[in-house]
């Protein structure tokens, strides 16, 4: 596994040598989660858990990483598939429901990223990964809509710190995350995920928020 993934990933040698064995719960498979995955495992990351519930329809053609013969499919199932198909070696664990209670607790190896649809599922998805048996390593939410996004890290996450990043789907921007959707951001949300793994990963410095909008192409940093 590892030569093949020393392959795959030789471009970026030097900018992350190894994933320290940490595993990826990908909480969402959509626009902002498959290509978040997508991303990191032509990195060489090589252990994922992949949550969601939905089958995937033809509008998440335009915005995720599926293709047309995907359609019907369980969105896990046609992940899991093609991070197989970019590195075959890779550990890909599938949970087609909701993850109100982990397989096991969560610690030092485990990275969480949020990219559902809704606030509320963000919240729900927090509040059963940040109880006290789970210390993560960190947590990413991405939060987009059409030309705008928005990313959360946290280290040593907690609930608390959460919640106090945490708005209503009522409270969002005029592009909450369940409006339109565009595939340069989706990929772009991808890319920071991605950069913010690599970032902490090497212990540079990563932005607890920022946000991103296509519009005036424009980054601001809110600490």
């Known amino acids: 596994m590892e030569g093949l993934t ?21 909480l969402g498979c959509g626009a902002i989660g498959s290509s978040a995955s997508t991303q990191l495992c032509r990195m060489g990351a090589d252990n994922f858990i992949l949550y969601d519930l939905d089958k995937v329809e033809i509008q998440n053609i335009g915005v995720s990483h599926y293709i047309w013969k995907d359609i019907g499919k369980d969105k896990v199932e046609s992940l899991k598939r093609h991070l197989k198909m970019i590195n075959p070696k890779c550990d890909v664990t599938i949970e087609p429901g909701r993850f109100s209670a982990f397989v096991k607790p969560l610690s030092e190896d485990d990275i969480v990223i949020l990219g559902f649809d809704s606030m509320d599922s963000r919240l729900e998805a927090a509040t059963a990964a940040l109880t006290e048996r789970n210390r993560p390593f960190a947590l990413i939410d991405g939060r987009m809509g059409a030309e705008e996004y928005q990313q959360y890290t946290l280290t040593n996450p907690t609930l608390s710190k959460y919640k106090d990043t945490w708005y209503s789907d009522a409270d969002a921007s005029e592009d909450p995350c369940n409006a339109k959707a565009t595939s340069y951001c989706s990929n772009m949300a991808g890319a920071f995920i991605a950069n913010a793994v690599k970032r902490l990963l090497t212990e540079d410095e990563c932005p607890e928020e920022f946000h991103f909008t296509f519009k005036g192409l424009s980054l601001g940093y809110t600490r």
């Open 6 to 26: 020393l392959q795959i990933n030789e471009r970026s040698l030097g900018l992350i040598e190894d994933f320290n064995q940490k595993i990826f719960h990908i």
